[in-house]
């Protein structure tokens, strides 16, 4: 039996130590968000039918650098796709996590 290699995966900073919650969808705010460390880090959409328009994420600055926003990018795109949506990126942060892997590809997009 011949074992295939596993792909190589984009070398990410985490901070194993932060405190991370539930993402979590608010419809009235137009966000997903959720808490790390305390703090609150969004990303803000429009909704058009059962497509999501993924216009800004925002992680607070005392987190970057440590991994909270592709933590929060990608918590993002699979709550949308755990409920059968679809979006499509336009926040240019998201459009950089979204490029860097092909596992969203039928649930998140680039315009156009």
């Known amino acids: ?10 070398l990410v900073r985490y901070d194993f130590a932060m405190e991370i919650s539930e993402i979590t969808n608010d ?3 137009g ?4 808490l790390i460390d305390g703090v609150k880090a969004f990303v803000s959409y429009q909704r058009r039918d059962q497509s999501y328009r993924l216009m800004h994420a925002e992680v607070p600055a005392a987190l970057r650098g440590k991994g909270a926003g592709r933590i929060l990018a990608e918590r993002t795109f699979q709550a949308i ?5 679809t979006g499509v990126a336009y926040c240019g942060y ?9 596992r ?9």
């Open 104 to 112: 969203w590809d039928g649930v998140i997009s680039l315009p156009g």
């Open 1 to 10: 039996m011949h074992l295939k290699p596993f792909a190589p995966l984009p």
């Open 31 to 34: 966000e997903f968000s959720l």
């Open 94 to 102: 998201l459009r950089k996590v979204l490029n860097e892997e092909d």
């Open 27 to 29: 419809p009235a705010a």
């Open 81 to 85: 796709k755990d409920e059968g949506s």
